[in-house]
């Protein structure tokens, strides 16, 4: 599975970005698809995930309310939709995907994309 991400970029706090990820090479529609941000000098961090069946997501405490993340299974795609943006959410984004069930640790995807830069200004 190869991955794509897209639709960084610089805002102001209180604004609003969506993120896409393109996935190729195979369906990824039973997968956990997720989204992970690294902050500078920190290590990758969970943001949100989506379950391949059902469609049960997870967020880390500090979005929930703010972000959405959604898939589109025709398209082999999914999004992360972030409003209400604030400056400590300024990061690298990576998309992944799961073969398992709703992994919230890095280490539980086997597939990542290249990442795409969020900067938000106060």
């Known amino acids: 599975v190869q991955l794509q991400a897209s639709g960084g970029g610089l805002v102001q706090a209180g604004g609003s970005l969506r993120l896409s990820c393109a996935a190729s090479?195979?369906?990824?529609?039973?997968?956990?698809l997720g989204w992970f941000r690294q902050r500078s000098g920190k290590e990758r961090e969970f943001v949100a995930n989506?379950?391949?069946?059902?469609?049960?997501?997870l967020y880390e405490d500090s979005v929930k309310g703010r972000f959405t993340i959604s898939r589109d299974n025709h398209m082999n795609t999914f999004s992360l939709q972030m409003n209400n943006l604030k400056p400590e959410d300024t990061a690298v984004y990576y998309c992944?995907?799961?073969?398992?069930?709703?992994?919230?640790?890095?280490?539980?995807?086997?597939?990542w994309g290249q990442g795409t830069k969020v900067t938000v200004s106060s």
């Open positions: 992944a995907v799961d073969e398992g069930w709703l992994g919230q640790r890095a280490d539980d995807y086997e597939y």
């Open positions: 090479g195979r369906a990824v529609r039973q997968y956990t």
């Open positions: 989506i379950a391949g069946v059902g469609g049960t997501s």
